[in-house]
């Protein structure tokens, strides 16, 4: 899949999470997807700090993207 066509993919399923990340306080922003379908975010707001942070990033926008996207191999979160 042609990069810019991935980021545009990435960006369409994380404008769907993000509702859910903004009731509780959150946000997620996309740093990059890497040539070997790795997804870095930055989790914002009250996500940054909660400690049900990790789950979120794996059972949730994980699974979201990977589920839409079978070029996503993993979501790594950035500071």
Same mark, same amino acid.
Not at 36 to 54: F, M, P, T
Not at 59 to 77: C, D, F, G, H, M
């Given at each position: 899949?042609?990069?810019?066509?991935?980021? %545009?993919?990435?960006?369409?399923?994380?404008?769907?999470? #993000?509702?859910?990340?903004?009731?509780?306080?959150? %946000?997620?922003?996309?740093?990059? +997807?890497?040539?070997?379908?790795?997804?870095? $975010?930055?989790? #914002?707001?009250?996500?940054?700090?909660?400690?049900?942070a $990790?789950?979120?990033?794996?059972? +949730?926008?994980?699974? #979201?993207?990977?589920?839409?996207?079978?070029? +996503?191999?993993?979501?790594? #979160?950035?500071?």
């Amino acid at each position: 899949m042609a990069e810019q066509l991935m980021k %545009d993919k990435v960006r369409e399923i994380l404008n769907q999470i #993000r509702p859910m990340l903004q009731a509780d306080g959150g %946000d997620v922003e996309l740093v990059e +997807v890497t040539d070997e379908g790795v997804v870095r $975010i930055k989790l #914002r707001g009250a996500c940054a700090h909660c400690s049900g942070a $990790i789950m979120t990033l794996k059972n +949730v926008v994980e699974a #979201r993207l990977r589920a839409a996207i079978p070029e +996503v191999k993993s979501v790594e #979160r950035v500071q």
